[in-house]
């Protein structure tokens, strides 16, 4: 079956720090990418994705590239702020079937950055 | 544009009552609509996903159930909560595509006492 495997944290980060959350995922055929994001207290907001291999899906100064041959899809950021402390969840969804657009999610990243 | 509505935003209940969330989406018709539990300190479970009005798929057994009484509506219910049932429950709507996004409620925080 389908699955992601994100690094463990929480990740603790100070401001302006680099960031790199690793994730790697299995699954059978072109799966799409997407990184989410969490605030306290609030649901999840799509951050990027990407849709077939070599891809960069990238916003808010956040990046990832979806490495088929590696099976990860790393999130990325060069200069990290306060307010990008959140929980990131990597996911896919699997191509084509009888889906129906189910994601599987990875366990969540905490990140919290220090001023 | 489209919103998905989530209440009640925080609900604190004794073990053995009843339970009903309701989940409404606006500015789309037909979506997917999903249901995931989301407990403390872990990532998110899967509990329903419908694809259309009165269609309820179940992803994990539990003494939980799901109906879509409605096209942009989706109600999770139960008819007596466990201590288990604790977390935060998030609403999710999705139009079936190539890559399709899903787009979460605010949540609602269950506290089963």
């Known amino acids: 079956g389908n699955s992601v495997t994100q690094m463990e944290g929480p990740v603790t980060l100070s401001e302006e720090a680099f960031l790199t959350i690793n994730c790697t995922y299995t699954?059978?055929?072109?799966?799409?990418l997407f990184w989410y994001v969490q605030y306290p207290g609030e649901g999840l907001q799509l951050l990027l994705k990407?849709?077939?291999?070599?891809d960069k899906g990238s916003n808010k100064g956040f990046e990832a590239t979806y490495r088929k041959e590696t099976t990860s899809f790393h999130l990325e950021k060069g200069s990290v702020q306060v307010s990008d402390s959140a929980v990131y969840f990597c996911?896919?969804?699997?191509?084509?079937?009888?889906?129906?657009?189910?994601?599987?999610f990875g366990q969540g990243t905490i990140l919290t950055v220090h001023p | 544009s489209q919103t998905i509505h989530q209440w009640p935003a925080t609900l604190v209940q004794p073990v053995g009552s009843p339970l009903s969330l309701e989940c409404t989406v606006e500015?789309?018709?037909?979506?997917?609509l999903y249901w995931y539990r989301q407990a403390a300190g872990r990532g998110l479970q899967l509990l329903f996903y419908?694809?259309?009005?009165?269609?309820i798929s179940s992803e994990v057994p539990q003494n939980l159930s799901a109906s879509r009484p409605q096209d942009r509506q989706f109600i999770l219910s139960s008819k007596k909560l466990l201590l288990s049932d604790s977390g935060f429950y998030l609403c999710?709507?999705?139009?079936?595509?190539?890559?399709?996004?899903?787009?979460f409620g605010p949540g609602t925080r269950l506290t089963v006492t």
């Open positions: 999710a709507w999705s139009v079936l595509s190539a890559a399709p996004v899903q787009y």
């Open positions: 699954a059978t055929g072109y799966p799409s």
């Open positions: 990407a849709t077939k291999a070599d």
């Open positions: 996911a896919l969804i699997r191509a084509g079937g009888t889906s129906y657009g189910k994601l599987t």
């Open positions: 500015g789309t018709s037909n979506p997917n």
């Open positions: 419908s694809v259309g009005i009165g269609q």
